[in-house]
């Protein structure tokens, strides 16, 4: 006896009903991850300490609602245990539910040992790798409290960098923070799996967000455009496409995985 094979269904990114939330949304790649969930469907909580955009325009919120979309902003310190539990039990109260927590929101203080301050270094840490410790802390919280939909209670998806991995002339504490993200992401993945927690990282190389100062520097853009093996650098939506991807239904049976959106530098 013969059976017949179901008809195959094609995969989706929409994102429609989803609730996400993205740190460190007001400028660069955090910007463009989230109009990029918004303009799939995504309900979207702009999660940053500002909502004044570096590389200039309106707020991100402003510009989502604008293009038609659903974005919520919540000024949050991700340095702040208090902020970061405040931002989800507001976005739930708001939404009833959390899907996504992209964790972005990062700073810099490009300084090799021997001139980096310790309270430079420590304000490094504390924001890039304890923002996301605290931020995955509380989400997941929240997430293993949900229902089970299609063995998925949550998902996460951890912005690290290609500069976690190799060296940044100059930028220890960056690169070390960065770094510990890569492997945070490994262990909550493992550790939460049995709950239906999906945990993820995207590794950006050389992306140019319209920021200026090091990110304008001609070595480190000669450095970066002789290493990349891509004809050009990267942009904001090169890494808010692999996110969405990540954040999505279309992405099944990866966690504890680090997608590199570099143009190719490391597989040089």
């Known amino acids: 006896m013969t059976t017949t094979p179901a008809p195959y269904s ?37 999660a940053d300490v500002t909502d004044t955009v570096i590389e200039g325009g309106e707020p991100t919120a402003t510009l989502i609602e604008r293009d038609g979309g659903h974005a919520y902003a919540i000024a949050t310190d991700v340095s702040d245990t208090a ?42 840490i504390d924001v890039n790798l304890g923002g996301v410790y605290r931020c995955c802390r509380a989400a997941v919280r929240q997430m293993i ?11 996460i998806v951890n912005l690290s960098s290609q500069h976690g991995m190799i060296a940044a002339p100059g930028d220890l504490a960056y690169g070390a923070s960065k770094a510990a993200i890569d492997y945070l992401t490994r262990q909550i993945a493992t550790d939460y799996a049995p709950q239906g927690i999906v945990c993820n990282a995207v590794a950006p190389g050389k ?62």
Do not use: Y
Not at 10 to 24: E, P, Q, R, W
Not at 96 to 109: E, S
């Open 83 to 124: 902020q970061v539990d405040a931002l989800i039990a507001r976005t739930v109260e708001r939404f009833g539910h959390l899907d996504v927590l992209v964790n972005n929101a990062c700073i810099r203080h490009a300084r090799p040992l021997l001139d980096l301050d310790e309270a430079d270094w420590q304000r490094v």
């Open 145 to 155: 409290a949900q229902p089970d939909i299609g063995g998925v209670r949550g998902r």
């Open 207 to 268: 992306i140019q967000t319209g920021a200026g100062g090091r990110a304008l520097d001609p070595d480190v853009l000669e450095r970066a455009t002789r290493r990349t093996p891509w004809p050009r650098l990267g942009d904001p939506d090169d890494v808010a496409r692999a996110v969405l991807f990540l954040a999505s239904d279309l992405s099944t049976f990866t966690t504890g995985a680090t997608l590199m959106v570099d143009g190719g530098w490391m597989a040089a």
């Open 10 to 46: 094609a995969a989706s990114l929409a994102m429609d009903g989803k609730v996400c939330i993205v740190t460190g949304a007001a400028s660069g790649i955090g910007r463009a991850i989230a109009r990029q969930l918004a303009a799939n469907g995504a309900r979207v909580v702009i």
